[in-house]
């Protein structure tokens, strides 16, 4: 056996291997564990395309399973109720590296774009798509707030003043907004949904927001289930024409209790969001936050 077919069979069972591990956690609903294990696969493949011996047919279907891990894994990130890169494609995407360097590619279903870049340039610009890019680019002031709805007697509401945000950075956004996830922990099921209007108050440090939110999911509700409470800070990139998440912070259900009728300031996290609140990782160590004010309402 040649140096170049050692080291093609011996990228061919590293990349089985993790494909392996990712497809297992993936099919846990182990979200996180799953996206990262996909990225490792993607850079890996990434990074050896340049050392492999070759042909055209197979370098190009490297590059389609490098996108296919690629957007699986942000998926994943974003907990999409329909994500357009779905388990089942993972699955037959396994086939496709079974028989890597063997046959095409297309022989296995495979249809994910092709990367315009590697995996270093991807990772750069941070991009998640959350399914709403035709939306952001023609929706005008965006964002889906509700009004507050009448509750019945006896019942308590969750009012959210969304105030600002502190980025170094914060000049450079477009379209800025903030998602508002209530999350059912146990099964990161997503329980409500709300996402404000795109901001232009911007100034130096400060994304000014100024909305108020009035949840749906009752403060009994949060007290039964031990909801917790994700904000999600969005933005717009118009050569992708995508939306980004570039950070995230959240309450659990001990702080939005504690926290009623008063002024919040919540730490900012590095993506992607983790709706477990276990492994969490500080955003900025500067004294930059996310400010909020909570106030419940008895009926």
Known sequence: MSQS?????????YCLRLMKKALEADTWGQTIEASEEYEKLAKYIDDSIPHLQMNADERSALVKMQSALNARAECLQEFSPDPPVKLEAMKQLAHGFDNLFIRSVEDFGISAPTSTGSKEQS???DIIDDGDEGKIAQSGEGGDLQPP???????????????KIGLKD??????????????????QRHVETQTTPWSKKIK???????????????????????????FLFEHYKPKSKKVSVRCYSFMEYDELI???????????YKKPADFLAKKVNLFTIKPLYLHLRVAFTKH
């Open 258 to 268: 504690n926290a009623k009728d008063s002024t919040v300031c919540l730490e900012l």
């Open 170 to 187: 914060a000049e450079n956004y477009i379209q800025p907004r903030i998602k508002i996830i209530v999350v059912d922990t146990r099964t």
């Open 204 to 230: 130096p440090n400060y994304i000014s927001f100024e909305q108020n939110a009035y949840l749906r999911t009752l403060y009994d509700d949060f007290s039964s289930h031990r909801y917790h409470l994700f």
């Open 5 to 13: 077919d050692k080291a093609r069979k011996s990228f061919k069972e």
């Open 149 to 163: 709805f009448k509750a019945r007697s006896g019942q308590t509401t969750i009012e959210l003043f969304i105030d």
């Open 123 to 125: 990772s750069k610009e």
